[in-house]
């Protein structure tokens, strides 16, 4: 499972890019206005960073205007992911885009029908969202296995990319899965990093290497 960060604060990307286990980015426009950049700008920026796709989400809904903005993010860096709205004029423009040789990726999937027609639209991603399904009362990780199943069955080439992942629990259970991608906030890549006893453990080695240095002959 491919390791992406879900973020446009450049700090943070520096840090996870640095880490040696990046392979992708993932921004929106919500992140983006949480850092108070704009597209044209922050996304070559972090494609520089990054060094592996990046997701780019147009603002446009219907067909024409979603097809002029893919274009333009497309040609912002060639490593710009097209992310688009799941609906039916997203559907369209992906199908368009595609054939045009500009990857693509479906946000806000919600639902396993949403993600067979995205693929059968010729979608590079889907991004089915864990985290808001399971604040909905639902399971993300039963519309993840859904996903999946359903992808093997019919051998759509559409990478499943696991989104909105909120723990180091959902990237374990996105990769028990078989997602093929997990885009994680840098808290959550934080945490993954960590374990106490790890800490415990490497302190204990420390000290009895100091130990052995001091009383050594
Ligand atoms: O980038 C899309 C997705 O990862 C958003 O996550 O936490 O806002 O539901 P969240």
């Known amino acids: 499972m491919k390791i992406f960060i879900d973020s446009a604060d450049i700090d943070d990307i520096k840090e996870a890019a640095a880490m040696g286990f990046l392979e992708g980015c993932t921004t929106n426009p919500s992140l983006l206005a949480k850092v108070g950049r704009r597209i044209e700008s922050a996304i070559p920026e972090i494609c520089e960073i990054v060094g592996g796709p990046v997701s780019a989400e147009v603002l446009s809904t219907d067909y024409d205007a979603i097809l002029k903005e893919g274009r333009s993010l497309a040609k912002l860096h060639n490593h710009v992911v097209v992310k688009i709205p799941m609906l039916i004029d997203g559907l369209r423009a992906v199908r368009t885009l595609s054939d045009e040789g500009i990857r693509t990726n479906v946000t806000l999937c919600f639902s396993a029908t949403q993600a067979l027609l995205a693929a059968k639209a010729g979608a590079t991603y889907i991004s089915p969202f864990l985290g808001r ?38 990237v374990v ?45």
Do not use: W
Request: proline share 4%; with cysteine.
């Open 173 to 217: 259970q996105a990769a028990m899965i078989g997602a093929d991608c997990a885009t994680l906030p840098i808290s959550v890549i934080r945490q993954l990093v960590k374990h106490p006893l790890t800490d415990i453990g490497l302190e204990r080695f420390l000290s009895d290497a100091k130990t052995a240095r001091e009383t050594a002959k």
């Open 133 to 170: 399904v399971d604040d909905a009362a639902q399971d993300g990780t039963e519309l993840l296995e859904q996903i999946v199943t359903i992808y093997a069955n019919y051998e759509l080439h559409t990478e499943v990319l696991a989104a909105s992942m909120r723990s180091p629990l959902h």
